[in-house]
């Protein structure tokens, strides 16, 4: 690639199809979103053209401009403006996956591996890759001051297959201005020696923010950086092929959250209700093994975290669904319901009873003196006050302060199911109830 390519390119694309003319084209990777714009012709029959028609655009395109080749894959039909007359038109093909590739282009439809990046992710892990010392003399003034960062070995996940979480860091240094900085990352990486849709890898990806997120109980932003395939080598001037190579991608909605491809920071200096350092890779593991049972419940309180505007009945009714799935699939597994059989004696308030029973944690925070039953009962009828209109819409305040106590308590289920210790999950406990 010469240079670092800009956000709107010109360029030709290409469909690997001999009998489809080369064509110019826009590329713009911007406002979170990428798009491929191609201007149409009056009259013009090409393949490319009746793709707009049809609503049916190839797997994927190559796009080649004076910044190096793109190959563009997920493609689907934005717009399509008929040209008029003698006029042009334009059509808009959004691209879910880009990937900066070598000018052989192989097609990255599938690929074997895809780096990304977890906002809070470093905290959450806690490599000790970062240290900070600090000398003073007889008065407290500073004397001097010592940063290192060590390289830690990747953790590996034998019951996740393919996934790898790689500390690494960033140092900078600019002497013309002083400036000198280091920045603690980590490498979420999944590998596969076959080549797979990227939809594998995301939902990977993905799993592991929805963990992080709820562990912060704040939107942890996911952002793709690279991706490989294993027969798209660097192969150097001379012809000889030094072994892989990682591309940069941009995948904008990988994650959840805004697709702006950066990661915004974590607003807050507290410690998570839980850590990597609490649950261990065992924890992680069976995360993902039951994600596909308690996702329903998981998911829907992870998401309610990247929520832009609303208000906080929308939250409510968000934390409120989390609960009632959550308190479902307990009762599935204990052989209170069955699954996939309505059971009209299993209410809310049974729902909710259930999970604060299931919880070995001291929930004084979630109930504030209630027993259980009747704090669920509570929530219950603020939840229904919102859920339907023939019920009266609760306070604004206590349906805060209710949806506060409902996501805590899912938390803090959750933390004790993965492998946190007791004693550590009540010492963070007051924190996480503001």
Not at 82 to 96: D, K, L, Q, T, Y
Not at 336 to 344: F, L, N
Not at 387 to 395: F, G, I, R, S, V
Request: glycine share 8%; aromatic share 8%; net charge negative.
């Amino acid at each position: 690639m010469v240079g670092k390519a800009p956000n709107v390119r010109v360029g030709f694309f290409f469909d690997g199809d001999e009998a489809t003319p080369n064509m110019a084209a826009m590329l713009r990777v911007e406002d979170g979103e990428t798009l491929l714009e191609i201007p149409l012709a009056a009259g013009i029959t090409d393949p490319f053209t009746r793709w707009f028609r049809d609503w049916q655009p190839p797997p994927s395109l190559i796009f080649r401009d004076r910044f190096g080749t793109a190959s563009l894959s997920g493609l689907a039909i934005r717009q399509h403006d008929s040209p008029c007359g003698s006029g042009m038109g334009r059509g808009v093909i959004e691209v879910a996956q880009l990937v900066h590739c070598g000018r052989r282009a192989p097609d990255f439809t599938e690929v074997n591996a895809v780096r990304s990046e977890i906002a809070g992710l470093p905290r959450w892990l806690e490599p000790k890759v970062f240290s900070f010392t600090r000398s003073a003399d007889g008065k407290g003034r500073t004397t001097d001051v010592e940063f290192r960062v060590t390289s830690v070995p990747a953790a590996t996940f034998p019951g996740v297959p393919g996934l790898s979480l790689a500390p690494h860091f960033r140092a900078s240094h600019q002497w013309a201005d002083g400036t000198h900085s280091m920045t603690e990352t980590t490498q979420v990486e999944t590998r596969f020696e076959d080549s797979r849709p990227w939809k594998e890898h995301i939902d990977v990806h993905r799993t592991l923010q929805d963990l992080v997120a709820i562990a912060f109980w704040r939107p942890c932003d996911l952002v793709v950086k690279q991706a490989m395939r294993f027969d798209d080598p660097t192969v150097t001037g001379d012809g000889d092929d030094p072994g892989e190579e990682w591309r940069d991608a941009v995948v904008p909605d990988a994650g959840r959250g805004p697709a702006s491809g950066t990661l915004r920071p974590v607003a807050t200096d507290r410690r998570p209700l839980f850590t990597f350092g609490d649950i261990g890779a065992a924890g992680v593991e069976r995360w993902f093994a039951e994600y596909d049972q308690l996702g329903q419940a998981m998911w829907v309180l992870a998401s309610s975290l990247f929520r832009t505007g609303g208000t906080v009945e929308v939250e409510l009714l968000q934390i409120g669904t989390a609960l009632e799935a959550l308190g479902y699939e307990l009762a599935a597994r204990t052989g209170r319901v069955t699954r996939g059989r309505k059971d009209r004696s299993f209410t809310l308030v049974e729902s909710l009873t259930l999970v604060c029973d299931s919880t070995d944690c001291n929930l004084d925070e979630v109930l504030n003196g209630d027993s259980a039953r009747d704090w669920a009962t509570a929530f219950n009828r603020v939840y229904k006050g919102v859920k339907h209109a023939d019920n009266p819409l609760p306070d604004p305040n206590e349906a805060y302060q209710r949806a506060r106590q409902g996501a805590l308590l899912a938390r803090l289920w959750l933390a004790r199911h993965l492998g946190a210790d007791r004693a550590t999950v009540e010492e963070r406990l007051p924190l996480h109830i503001r």
